[in-house]
Structures are given as C-alpha cells and as structure tokens.
C-alpha cells in the first residue's frame, strides 16, 4: 500500500483539534479530504479566522461526505468532550479506524460498546493519549514492566495546568467547559497519564477520588484533584489542577525495590533521574542523570497509527488497555462504582 491514506477530520471543538489536524496535514502518507463541524458558528469561526491548519483544508457540509467514502479509510474524532463520544460512534459504524482524542466520553457502556463494535470489524481505535511516544515515559515505562526496577511500588504523577475561568470561542476548553463534566480537570487531563499508571500496574483494585472546587470563580468545577489507585502491592497517585502557575512542574515518578526514575518536567522533557540500587547494564549505581529527547505531541503516536492500518506494526495499546483506560478515569471521577 504505497498510495496516501485519505482521511478526515469530525469536529473542530477538542483542545487538540487543530494540532492533530496539522499533524495529519504534515504526514506525506496521508491525504486530508475534508473536516466536518455540525456547528455552524464555530465552522465559520474557524473558516474565517485564517489560522494555520484551518485555512489548509476543505469544510464538507455532511459527514456523509467522508463516511459514505470508501476510499476514506479513517477520521480522527476531534469534538469537544461532551460530544466527541457519538462522533466516534458514527465513525466506527461506518468502519472506518478512528483516531479518538481523550477521553472516551462520560457513557461508559457506550464506548464499551463502540469498543467491541470495532473489534467485531477489525477496526483500529486508537486513543489519543499523547504520551506513548514520549522518549522519557516510553524509557520508563519499559524500565518498570521489565522488571529492571524491580516490585514497583508506587507510581505518582503530577499534571497539572492553567485553565483560563472562560471558554474562549466556540470551545468549551476552560474552567465552565470542565464545569459540566462530573470529575472537572481531573476527567479532562487525568487520561493522559493513567494511561501510563495502568500500563505498568494494570487494573486497581481500588480507586479513591478527591475532587475539590478550590479557588475557581466558575461555580462548581472540580479545579484541585486527586486520584489514589490502589494494587495489592501497591499505590499509585495522580494529582491535577486547573490552576498551577505556569510554566507548570509537571512530574512523572516510579518507585521499585532495585531502583526508581524521576521525570521533571515532562513537557517539555528534558532528563530523568535514574537511581540504581546496583550496576545495570549501561547503567551505574546511584544516580544516573539522563538526557531525553523533546518530541512533539502526537506526530509519533499518529505516525504509529498510519503504520498500523498498512499493516506495518502493531497498535501501542490494546482495545483492551484503552477500556482499562477510561474505565479508571470514570471510576476516579465517579463515573462508575469503585
């Protein structure tokens, strides 16, 4: 399969929207043909504002255009949280694979649904959490399911951001957008890095949420958060707020019984703080400081997704790692039962 793959783009109104949409644009693989916006203001409002990746592509007036296409072989679901859950659901019934932005919808069911309808078909799903390709967490991870840190027990991740009070127009992107989702910032954000606690330690069997309206004018968002998972042998914490001082020290740390790695920040990255029990490998004892490369957002995972549908490689995650996924995002923000 040498041609480029046709693609196309269903809502405008995710916070990645546009850069996963430049990033589709700047793959030599892939032909965007079109992006569909059910809303007609913010069509326009993206049309007429002449910014970077929305004056390169064709709007289409019916998603029919794309998903009736069978030379079209996959869309990426780009709507806002509140809506990018039926987007998908139409894109998979029409058998396309999907690039799905986080997170999976507050309907827990239905993308289980959706989940085992592409399965059934063979369809690709893939999440857009944007830390699979990540130099440090991919170093990290790989350190901890190898067992070259030992038991792990205890994972902590902090990631935290500023939010601005408003939705800036025609999105929902800020703290009265994360307002009308139960779990506030921690259900926005809390995706990207349980999907790297989870891919070390699996499923919790227990999840405690912490989800406090701290310092926000917009009444009622979760803006201060706090997930605690907890494992036989283990215990991972998350913590996310909508209003940390920029730029943020978002921190990513692993703790086993022959070592431990620190990352701080992790964007954008720049070393992890290895500790070794003893010598190992390339590896000394004590502290090893290491230097990572800064990648940018999505263009390795999405780059992995256009290798997986010619039948390059294998998907990063499992269908059922992306269940596991959003399952403990709901649970943590009280979603589902614990």
């Known amino acids: 399969m040498s041609e480029k793959l046709r693609m196309a783009q269903y809502g405008t109104k995710h916070g990645h929207a546009q850069g996963v949409l430049q990033v589709m644009l700047n793959h030599p693989g892939v032909e965007v043909v079109g992006v569909y916006e059910p809303d007609s203001a913010r069509q326009k409002q993206v049309e007429g504002s002449g910014d970077g990746a929305w004056g390169k592509v064709r ?20 709507g806002s949280n509140r809506e990018s859950l039926v987007f998908t659901e139409q894109i998979v019934a029409a058998e396309k694979h999907v690039f799905y932005d986080k997170p999976a919808g507050d309907d827990y069911e239905r993308f289980e649904h959706v989940v085992e309808q592409a399965r059934r078909q063979n369809t690709l799903l893939q999440m857009g959490y944007m830390f699979r390709k990540h130099d440090g967490f991919e170093r990290i991870t790989a350190w901890a399911r190898s067992g070259f840190l030992g038991h792990i027990f205890q994972v902590r991740a902090h990631m935290s951001t500023w939010i601005p009070e408003q939705n800036p127009e025609g999105i929902f992107t800020g703290r009265e957008g994360l307002a009308h989702h139960e779990g506030g910032v921690m259900y926005d954000l809390g995706g990207h890095v349980l999907d790297q606690v989870v891919w070390i330690l699996g499923r919790p069997s227990r999840v405690t949420g912490f989800l406090q309206h701290a310092t926000s004018e917009t009444p009622g968002v979760m803006d201060n958060t706090l997930g605690v998972f907890e494992y036989d042998n283990a215990i991972a914490t998350v913590d996310i707020t909508a209003m940390e001082p920029r730029p943020m020290a978002r921190r990513f740390e692993v703790y086993g019984t022959k070592g431990s790695a620190i990352m701080e920040p992790f964007e954008p990255a720049d070393t992890v703080r290895l500790v070794l029990e003893n010598d190992q490998g390339e590896y000394k004892k004590g502290v090893n400081t290491i230097k990572i490369e800064d990648r ?13 549908i010619r039948g390059e490689s294998e998907p990063l995650r499992s269908l059922d790692h992306e269940l596991l996924v959003q399952e403990t995002l709901m649970r943590v923000t009280g979603g589902l039962d614990t």
């Open 296 to 308: 940018p957002r999505y263009v390795g995972t999405f780059a992995e997704f256009v290798r997986n």
């Open 59 to 78: 709007f289409v007036d019916n998603p029919s255009e794309f998903l009736d296409d069978p030379t079209v072989v996959a869309v990426s679901s780009e």
